[in-house]
């Protein structure tokens, strides 16, 4: 059964319980009010019954009532001749029996044949006691009257709220409805399903927006997070792939080697020592490939343990180590220092020196013999600032933007005469975020400068 029907039927329920209540309010209050004013209307009637007592007649009653005059003695009490008494005489006789005092009896009688009967006794003096009946016929014809009527109309009442209440909750649930259509929609992996920001034409209340608006964000979030999942997917199968390609150059390259070795220690003794440093040379470069990726995974995965020692030191004599070893591995590109005297804040200095090294080697690699490069320290606000430039052609506008990622190369043909593994400048980003801080490519055809921004606090 539907919500809608269950609410409907609920409140049917309810409705009937109130309007139960109600009806028998409604009854029992119209019977006390009509026999209130039976019994105002016997009193006025005895007034005119006394008075013909007094006169020695006593007229008979209309509209089926009965009178009679009793003379109560010694617990008995006996009609007087003239009285218009009914079949069964017993009640009035009780009635009479029960006048004690000066105050009206009122009693309610079933009359065996005549009906139900509103008997009322009041003294007349020395025991005598007038007493009256009159029948309640009308009074129960009119309650039945009232609750047939009221019966009648709580049933079409009753019905019509439970009929147009069950429209109206259906209406009022639509929205519910069409967040479980959206909801199979999305089992059907059709994420693009929304429900709209407002029922057509309708105002589903205040309730029922929150929880549209807080569907469709969750909505949002999920198809955001699958995409991203599926990013990271696509990223991670590109990693892996270049990675195994990385790998199986130096791999390849030592089983040839192997081979040769096997080949020269057996024919060509004098070329063994050429072979071996071959392969020696080929195992230290994967062994760099290899530290490169457990780096950026470390770095990836947030270690406890984190990969960096920082320490109080002078940025800017690092900055002059990094450059003295330039000068002396790269005569060809001259290289211009601009420092302060010194800059103290903490850092790694093996990790900051290889980001240093690998820009610096980047700088020569990519620009032609005689490039100047410069390499510049100063402080901007809190941030000690690192530049690093050189004068060279320039990084393309179509690879800035990956510039940082791993396994990325200008030269798509992967040619390794030139560059290395794709990984230097994955590393240089991930080492520097380590530290807190940014680094940041600005490049054109005449100036590529990489800008390295470092906290001094933290």
């Not at 062994?287 to 320490?311: F, G, I, K, Q, Y």
């Not at 200095?349 to 610096?360: S, T």
Request: charged fraction near 25%; glycine fraction near 8%.
């Amino acid at each position: 059964m539907r919500l809608g029907t269950r609410l409907a039927l609920g409140l049917g329920v309810l409705a009937l319980v109130v309007f139960a209540v109600v009806g028998t309010v409604l009854t029992t209050s119209m019977r006390e009010y009509l026999a209130h004013k039976l019994d105002e209307q016997m009193r006025t009637t005895q007034v005119e019954l006394e008075k013909d007592v007094a006169g020695g007649t006593l007229r008979r009653s209309a509209y089926g009532w009965f009178a009679a005059v009793y003379d109560v003695r010694d617990g008995v009490a006996t009609p007087r001749a003239g009285g218009d008494l009914p079949q069964d005489e017993d009640e009035l006789a009780s009635v009479a029996l029960l006048v004690t005092g000066t105050d009206a009896v009122f009693r309610t009688a079933d009359l065996a044949g005549d009906g139900t009967y509103r008997v009322r006794g009041c003294p007349l003096g020395d025991g005598a006691v007038l007493v009256s009946a009159a029948p309640m016929d009308d009074i129960d014809t009119t309650v039945r009257q009232l609750a047939l009527v009221e019966g009648v109309a709580f049933l079409l009442a009753l019905i019509a709220l439970v009929v147009l209440g069950r429209a109206l909750l259906r209406r009022g649930l639509r929205p519910l409805s069409d967040m479980a259509r959206t909801a199979h929609d999305i089992t059907s992996h059709d994420l693009s399903s929304h429900l709209p920001l407002r029922a057509e034409g309708r105002n589903a209340g205040v309730e029922v927006e929150e929880l549209r608006t807080a569907f469709n964000t969750m909505l949002d979030h999920i198809d955001s997070s699958l995409a991203a999942r599926t990013v990271a997917e696509q990223r991670l199968r590109r990693f892996v792939a270049d990675a195994s390609h990385e790998l199986r150059t130096p791999l390849t390259s030592i089983r040839g080697y192997a081979d040769l070795f096997r080949y020269a220690a057996a024919n060509e003794p004098a070329e063994r020592e050429a072979h071996l440093e071959k392969l020696r040379s080929e195992a230290a470069r994967m062994s760099v490939l290899l530290d490169d990726l457990l780096l950026l995974a470390r770095l990836d995965a947030a270690e406890a343990e984190t990969p960096l020692r920082p320490v109080r030191g002078d940025l800017v004599a690092l900055v002059r180590e990094a450059a003295d070893a330039f000068e002396a591995a790269r005569p060809t590109h001259p290289l211009t220092v601009t420092a302060p005297e010194a800059l103290l804040l903490s850092f790694d200095p093996l990790r900051l020196r290889q980001v240093l090294d690998n820009l610096l080697a980047n700088a020569a690699l990519h620009t032609p013999p005689g490039t100047a490069v410069s390499v510049s320290v100063a402080v901007e606000d809190d941030d000690a600032v690192l530049r690093v430039s050189d004068s060279g052609p320039g990084v393309p506008s179509a690879d800035q933007s990956r510039i940082f990622d791993r396994f990325h190369r200008v030269d798509d043909s992967r040619t390794r005469d030139r560059g290395g593994s794709g990984l230097g400048l994955s590393v240089a980003h991930s080492l520097v975020a380590a530290h807190g801080g940014t680094v940041e490519l600005d490049s054109r055809p005449g100036s590529t400068t990489f800008t390295i921004r470092l906290p001094r606090v933290g």
